[in-house]
């Protein structure tokens, strides 16, 4: 067996937020997936504040 050296490299990284244009109607089926998966108890506790959000998120851009 050989000693092997392992090196754990680090970068930074800069992350610029985008401007992306998603379809309305790929915006209504996500917040539909959403609505199923947590209706079917798809998600952890810890899950609930990111989903929660990101459901708002959205909704803001579909008129019901």
Partial sequence: ???KTVVN??????VE???VTIPLNDV??????IDVISKRGGFSPMDFKA???LFEKLSVHVKK
């Fill in 1 to 3: 067996m050989s000693d």
């Fill in 9 to 14: 490299q680090t970068a930074d990284v800069v």
């Fill in 17 to 19: 937020e985008q401007t």
């Fill in 28 to 33: 209504k089926l996500v917040l539909s997936v």
């Fill in 51 to 53: 989903v929660g959000e």
